[in-house]
């Protein structure tokens, strides 16, 4: 475990945001009953060069046979053990506005080892609802039905008014990892991971490629 942790510390955080696509590319292959991949066609199929590929691999570990490639069902393992697909982990989804309700009716999550554990609010108006088989509960309740720390994740689908109020009550309820919608930036102390999503701002990336390609100038728009 002690060795697992130091090789943790020293993947790039770039590393880590190219492994879910890494993931999604041999899977589709796995569902294609393709055994095996190249560096090559893998880095061809992701948008990524082959040295990048190998060298991100080579973080997890010692993969693939020269001349045959990477296997398939056992690159797929691997990267979802470090990604920590290996359990299904707990989901609270908080705000039952369009964007949670698409969220908490999302069939992808359980796909790739997450499940939503439940949907809160603070709305009269929304509480009792049900949402994908889900009642709609109020955000208080959360603290209550998380004694055990089984809910390890936490998505803001809330106005950015409400995001740092939602955010204190997921750190109350021992949510680990908070997923934040929101376009306002979260404090909450030391032991607590937040990403943040921020919609407008990609739109706003996308507009700027898409005048660039207007007045005739090439960009690489990919991640």
């Keep these: ?15 880590v945001a190219r492994l879910p ?9 796995q569902d294609r009953r393709i055994d095996s991949v190249s560096s090559f066609k893998l880095a061809q199929l992701t948008g990524h060069n082959p040295a990048q590929l190998r060298k991100d691999l080579s973080y997890l570990g010692e993969f693939g046979t020269r001349g045959v490639g990477y296997d398939v069902d056992e690159l797929i393992r691997q990267i979802g053990k470090w990604l920590g697909a290996a359990k299904v982990r707990q989901v609270a989804i908080v705000g039952a506005g369009h964007l949670g309700r698409a969220l ?5 999550f359980i796909n790739r080892g997450f499940s939503v554990a439940g949907i809160y609010d603070v709305d009269p108006a ?7 088989g889900l009642k709609v509960r109020h955000i208080d309740e959360l603290e209550r039905q998380n004694l055990s720390g089984s809910i390890e994740i936490g998505i803001i689908a809330t106005p950015a008014a ?3 109020a939602t955010a204190d ?7 680990r990892s908070i997923l934040n919608f929101a ?32 007045h005739g ?4 728009c990919c991640s």
């Design 1 to 15: 475990m002690k060795e697992e942790k130091v090789k943790r510390d020293k993947i790039p955080p770039t590393t």
């Design 21 to 29: 696509l890494y993931l999604r590319c041999l899977q589709s292959m």
């Design 162 to 164: 409400a995001a740092q």
């Design 217 to 220: 100038i090439t960009s690489d």
């Design 104 to 108: 908490c009716s999302y069939k992808g």
């Design 126 to 132: 929304a509480i009792g609802q049900q949402v994908a």
């Design 183 to 214: 376009p306002v930036k979260l404090n909450v102390g030391a032991g607590v991971c937040v990403r943040n999503v921020d919609l407008s701002t990609e739109l706003q990336i996308i507009g700027f490629h898409l005048a660039s390609l207007e």
């Design 169 to 175: 009550s997921l750190v109350r309820a021992r949510v």
